[in-house]
Structures are given as C-alpha cells and as structure tokens.
C-alpha cells in the first residue's frame, strides 16, 4: 500500500525486507537498511528517503545515530526520513519490564539478548551524545495506547535543538497501526517534494 500511494504521486520506492529478531540484532538489520540505500543511489541520482512504521520508525531512526557513532560529522546516508507512530524510546524493552511495552509478540522475551539490542545508542535517540538525524516527518497519534507522546517528545525536541528540519503531525489519527489513514499522506507528499527535493520517476526495477 505504501509503495502504491508513492506511484500515484510520481514518487518511485522498494519495500526493504530485512532481518529480524530473534534470529539477528538491530545492527544486522541496520545493514540491511544501510545498503538499500547505497543499492538505490546506484540505481538512480536523487534524494533516498527511508520510511518506517512503528518498529521499523525505529529502525530508520537508529541508522541516523549509528553512522554518527562510526562517521561522525559526516553527511548522514539519508536524504530524509519519514516516521510514523514509531518506537523510539526503548528503554522499557527489557525483560523486566514486560507488562510496560508493547510487544505484540510476547515470545520476544524468550530470546533477552536479540530484545537488549534494540537499547543500542538510546542516550543517542533521545537527544544525548551522538543524536543525528536527516530532515524528518514525523507523524504521532494522541489516540495511541502503544507509543505514548513520552516515548517520541524526547526526539522531537532533540530534533529541534540540533537545528534538523522536521515536521511533526500529532493528533487524534486513531489508535497504534492507523497505516495512511487519518489524512497525513497528502502532507507528506508535499514535504517529500519541497522540503526533501523528491521528484516524478519510474519505476525502480524489480
């Protein structure tokens, strides 16, 4: 559905699918992302911009911190990112605190270690040493009983305070999971192609 609201507009995208727990950690599936960029920029010049829901908002978001750890003060690899209802705060993700998060897959906790990654470079995430971001849209729902205003505050005021570009649609778009309904989508598309430079373009190969 993403990619085919993308090609109305003009605007060409690839689905990532990338490694997961428990079989890998947040930095295998950073690799993943990381090269699907570098694998776009050679299949056409332009803005790469990353989009994630939920836990892959995660995901996006942890790439900007984890190549200012190993880059720093270099250009980060995105353009742009696009964050909708993401987990970014996740110190609750520990075993001990099961009750608190919000796990779909409560199996999660039969495999402690693969969870504990997702902590990596928090401090970076929620506006310590190392917070680095490309322009970012984000977007929040009051009306979410996963992802609390408390767990994305942090980022959008480390956002602010680093000067980054951002824009931050927050209201009642429904509960956790709400997709592209709500009337954020046409936003998005204008922000993509004034902020971002995005432009019409075919398709990418299959």
């Known amino acids: 559905p993403v ?23 947040l930095d295998e599936a950073l690799d993943d992302l990381e090269d699907a960029v570098t694998l776009l920029r050679r299949l056409r010049p332009g803005p790469v911009v ?10 996006v978001a942890s790439l ?9 003060g270099t250009p980060q690899p995105l353009d742009g990112q696009v964050l909708v209802y993401p987990g970014i705060d996740g110190q609750s993700w520990h075993p001990d605190k ?6 779909f897959n409560r199996g ?36 979410d009983d996963c992802i609390p205003r408390s767990e994305t505050q942090p980022y959008v005021k480390a956002l602010a305070a680093a000067g980054i570009p951002h824009v931050h649609l927050r209201k009642d778009f429904g509960d ?3 997709a592209l309904n709500g009337g954020w989508t046409t936003p998005c598309v204008k922000w993509l192609t004034r902020a971002v430079g995005m432009r ?3 398709p990418l190969p299959p």
């Open 3 to 25: 990619t085919e609201w993308l090609a109305r507009h003009g605007l060409a995208a690839a689905v990532l699918r990338y490694r997961l727990l428990p079989s890998h950690g």
């Open 50 to 59: 990353a989009m994630g829901f939920s836990a892959g908002g995660h995901l």
């Open 64 to 72: 900007g911190a984890r190549h200012e750890e190993r880059r720093p």
């Open 98 to 103: 099961a009750d608190e998060v919000c796990f």
């Open 108 to 143: 999660a906790w039969s495999w402690p270690d693969k969870v504990l990654t997702l902590q990596a470079r928090q401090e970076a995430l929620l506006g310590g040493a190392g917070f680095a971001a490309p322009p970012t849209y984000l977007v929040t729902s009051t009306a």
């Open 176 to 178: 956790h999971g709400f």
């Open 200 to 202: 019409a373009a075919p």
